[in-house]
């Protein structure tokens, strides 16, 4: 079946550090993926996303890249700040009426 | 102008109690879904409807059961409540649940006692 793997957390960071989460997926065919970002007492909200192989997708100076080969879209950002903290979750789509499939999380933790 | 609102935010009830949580979602989807996220915050799908229709069932203790009047609303109804039913459940929409980005409600807290 589909599934996504993320690194466990925390990852504690000082404030303007570059950031990685890694996330690897296993599925059929070709999903679509996502990351969406959890602030303490919130709902997911959609990061960013990217629909085929070698997208990448950006947003808030966030990024991540689909790569097939080596089944990853890991999530990077050159400099973070004390309001990226938060629990962040890969997930992936594969498509027809198939539920998204999460990852466990990763909780970042950025201090000033 | 909230997309997807569900309602209420924070539930505290005891044991055996039966109990519902609402949704809404404004932005005019086709599927609305239901996720339940635990303590160490993993998120489960529990069901996912289509034009009404319920198309996702996972392995769901049967106390739980949704209901959708319409594609705009997903309410959960929760018989016999149980400690271990304690979480945040999630509800969330997308446009036509084919690849496409969800939309997820500020979600509701369960606490059984």
């Known amino acids: 079946g589909n599934s996504v793997t993320q690194m466990e957390g925390p990852v504690t960071l000082s404030e303007e550090a570059f950031l990685t989460i890694n996330c690897t997926y296993t599925a059929t065919g070709y999903p679509s993926l996502f990351w969406y970002v959890q602030y303490p007492g919130e709902g997911l909200q959609l990061l960013l996303k990217a629909t085929k192989a070698d997208d990448k997708g950006s947003n808030k100076g966030f990024e991540a890249t689909y790569r097939k080969e080596t089944t990853s879209f890991h999530l990077e950002k050159g400099s973070v700040q004390v309001s990226d903290s938060a629990v962040y979750f890969c997930?992936?789509?594969?498509?027809?009426?198939?539920?998204?499939?999460f990852g466990t999380g990763t909780r970042l933790l950025v201090s000033p | 102008d909230t997309a997807v609102s569900q309602t209420p935010k924070y539930l505290v009830t005891q044991m055996g109690n039966d109990k519902s949580i609402k949704c809404e979602q404004n932005l005019g989807h086709d599927t609305m879904y239901w996720y339940k996220q635990d303590s160490k915050k993993f998120l489960k799908i529990m069901f996912s409807?289509?034009?009404?229709?319920?198309?996702i069932n996972e392995t769901v203790p049967n106390r739980f059961s949704p209901k959708s009047p319409d594609k705009a609303h997903l309410n959960l109804h929760i018989n016999s409540l149980e400690l271990g039913d304690s979480a945040v459940y999630f509800c969330?929409?997308?446009?036509?649940?084919?690849?496409?980005?969800?939309?997820f409600g500020q979600g509701t807290r369960l606490t059984v006692v």
């Open positions: 409807y289509n034009n009404k229709e319920l198309i």
């Open positions: 997930a992936l789509h594969s498509g027809g009426f198939q539920k998204l499939v």
């Open positions: 969330a929409s997308s446009q036509n649940g084919q690849g496409t980005e969800a939309f």
